[in-house]
């Protein structure tokens, strides 16, 4: 209430004084006296294996930051987006959101691309109170920060549930649904949650023998892997009925060609977290794959809050910008959100303070384009499970699972 109180005296001193012509301040601005750029500083992944994935969320948030200045910016003020490349290290992620608070000197923060790096980011906005929105964080039994405010909206145990809507799709197909599955998973700590679960929440591969499906291979890989020879062979092996790949960015089309070389093709194949252009590019190969989205452009997610800007202004910005795949799915989705979920908790307090842009998030439903959002502090600020599959169908993308939110004559098979 004082700092209101002495923002509103302030501003009115202000307005005097130029009416009077005696002074060259410049006018005041809701937030305080200033018409400076409010800067947010972030990190993406703008090199290294996350890169491709990482390009997309560039294109969303420099699409929403634009558009939010010709809008008039945040309480009266432009926006800058203070971005620098965390190289895909969460190393190097840490240490740029350090130097981004201590040197950048930004108002707010904005999360990186890719669990680790998210994990490691949140550490130093914990350090320093700051509040911390992110696109796809999926540790989500470990995040206890209590302003971190995730838009992967797969509820606290996504390790049970992603899975328990990819076998129910799966088991849409009768007699032809599969009975046995190889899991091969990239070791970055977001698919390895997804496939194995921790201590207190079971993953996919328990999921799936606890369903009856026999499980004939458990392989890790490490990030940025090369070598998929070897790991094509043991999956032709093992000739599974559903090959379940922990895959981020480009593993996908990579091990699906070594599959090819090896003379081996997949009878259903789901892959987790691929970048949506390079998965589309392995042509042929993906045909009938399947994948997690939260967003689409179509009905009903259309009818979300800002979605009809979001892919106005992503389609023509992709392009412009190179990207193999230009429909704005789950990723730049999520960076959308995370960029809406910031606007709203400063327009909510009308103000820069952390502790009041938390409080604010906290205590009100937020519009994004995935929908109304309420950060549960009981589930670690985890909204529900909004996790839906997708599948390529005559190389295209469309939603196939649940019936609720599936294209228009599409279902799995």
């Given at each position: 209430m004082a700092r209101t109180k002495f923002a509103?005296?302030?501003?009115?001193?202000?307005?005097?004084?130029?009416?009077?012509?005696?002074?060259s301040a410049p006018p005041s601005s809701p937030s305080g006296n200033s018409t400076e750029p409010i800067r947010i500083g972030g990190t993406l992944a703008l090199s290294g294996p996350l890169a491709p994935t990482g390009a997309i969320h560039k294109v969303a948030g420099e699409q929403f930051v634009e558009w939010l200045n010709e809008n008039g910016g945040l309480l009266g003020r432009q926006v800058e987006w203070v971005l620098l490349d965390d190289e895909s290290n969460p190393q190097t992620s840490a240490a740029a959101y350090t130097r981004l608070i201590s040197q950048e000197n930004v108002d707010l923060l904005i999360g990186p691309y890719g669990t680790a790096n998210i994990t490691a980011a949140m550490d130093i906005a914990e350090r320093n109170e700051m509040v911390f929105p992110h696109h796809s964080a999926t540790l989500t039994y470990a995040y206890d920060y209590k302003w971190?405010?995730?838009?992967?909206?797969?509820?606290?145990?996504?390790?049970?549930?992603m899975p328990t809507t990819i076998f129910d799709a799966y088991e849409e197909l009768g007699s032809d649904a599969p009975k046995t599955v190889a899991f091969v998973v990239n070791e970055n700590p977001a698919s390895g949650f997804i496939a194995k679960g921790h201590e207190e929440e079971k993953g996919a591969i328990d999921i799936a023998k606890d369903r009856g499906l026999d499980v004939v291979l458990e392989l890790d890989f490490p990030q940025g892997n090369t070598d998929w020879a070897p790991i094509a062979q043991r999956i032709k092996d093992a000739d599974p009925d559903l090959?379940?790949?922990?895959?981020?960015?480009?593993?996908?089309?990579?091990?699906?060609?070594?599959?090819?070389q090896v003379g081996w093709e997949p009878r259903h194949q789901f892959h987790l977290f691929p970048a949506p252009g390079l998965l589309l590019s392995?042509?042929?190969?993906?045909?009938?794959?399947?994948?997690?989205?939260?967003?689409?452009?179509?009905?009903?997610?259309?009818?979300?809050?800002?979605?009809?800007?979001?892919?106005d202004r992503y389609v023509s910005a992709a392009k412009d910008a190179g990207l193999a795949y230009t429909a704005p799915e789950i990723q730049a989705a999520l960076s959308w959100a995370s960029w809406q979920t910031i606007v709203a908790g400063v327009e909510g307090c009308e103000c820069l303070d952390q502790k009041g842009i938390g409080e604010y998030l906290l205590g009100n439903e937020i519009e994004t384009v995935l929908g109304g959002i309420d950060f549960d502090p009981t589930q670690n600020n985890y909204y529900g499970d909004l996790a839906y599959l997708k599948?390529?169908?005559?190389?295209?993308?469309?939603?196939?699972?649940?019936?609720k939110v599936a294209t228009d004559g599409r279902a799995i098979r």
């Amino acid at each position: 209430m004082a700092r209101t109180k002495f923002a509103a005296a302030a501003a009115a001193a202000t307005l005097i004084a130029l009416l009077a012509g005696c002074t060259s301040a410049p006018p005041s601005s809701p937030s305080g006296n200033s018409t400076e750029p409010i800067r947010i500083g972030g990190t993406l992944a703008l090199s290294g294996p996350l890169a491709p994935t990482g390009a997309i969320h560039k294109v969303a948030g420099e699409q929403f930051v634009e558009w939010l200045n010709e809008n008039g910016g945040l309480l009266g003020r432009q926006v800058e987006w203070v971005l620098l490349d965390d190289e895909s290290n969460p190393q190097t992620s840490a240490a740029a959101y350090t130097r981004l608070i201590s040197q950048e000197n930004v108002d707010l923060l904005i999360g990186p691309y890719g669990t680790a790096n998210i994990t490691a980011a949140m550490d130093i906005a914990e350090r320093n109170e700051m509040v911390f929105p992110h696109h796809s964080a999926t540790l989500t039994y470990a995040y206890d920060y209590k302003w971190h405010f995730p838009l992967f909206a797969s509820g606290r145990n996504s390790s049970s549930t992603m899975p328990t809507t990819i076998f129910d799709a799966y088991e849409e197909l009768g007699s032809d649904a599969p009975k046995t599955v190889a899991f091969v998973v990239n070791e970055n700590p977001a698919s390895g949650f997804i496939a194995k679960g921790h201590e207190e929440e079971k993953g996919a591969i328990d999921i799936a023998k606890d369903r009856g499906l026999d499980v004939v291979l458990e392989l890790d890989f490490p990030q940025g892997n090369t070598d998929w020879a070897p790991i094509a062979q043991r999956i032709k092996d093992a000739d599974p009925d559903l090959l379940w790949v922990g895959a981020l960015g480009g593993d996908s089309p990579a091990l699906l060609t070594a599959l090819s070389q090896v003379g081996w093709e997949p009878r259903h194949q789901f892959h987790l977290f691929p970048a949506p252009g390079l998965l589309l590019s392995a042509g042929d190969l993906v045909e009938g794959a399947t994948t997690m989205t939260m967003f689409e452009p179509h009905e009903p997610f259309m009818s979300n809050t800002g979605a009809d800007i979001m892919v106005d202004r992503y389609v023509s910005a992709a392009k412009d910008a190179g990207l193999a795949y230009t429909a704005p799915e789950i990723q730049a989705a999520l960076s959308w959100a995370s960029w809406q979920t910031i606007v709203a908790g400063v327009e909510g307090c009308e103000c820069l303070d952390q502790k009041g842009i938390g409080e604010y998030l906290l205590g009100n439903e937020i519009e994004t384009v995935l929908g109304g959002i309420d950060f549960d502090p009981t589930q670690n600020n985890y909204y529900g499970d909004l996790a839906y599959l997708k599948q390529v169908q005559d190389g295209e993308f469309y939603v196939v699972y649940p019936s609720k939110v599936a294209t228009d004559g599409r279902a799995i098979r």
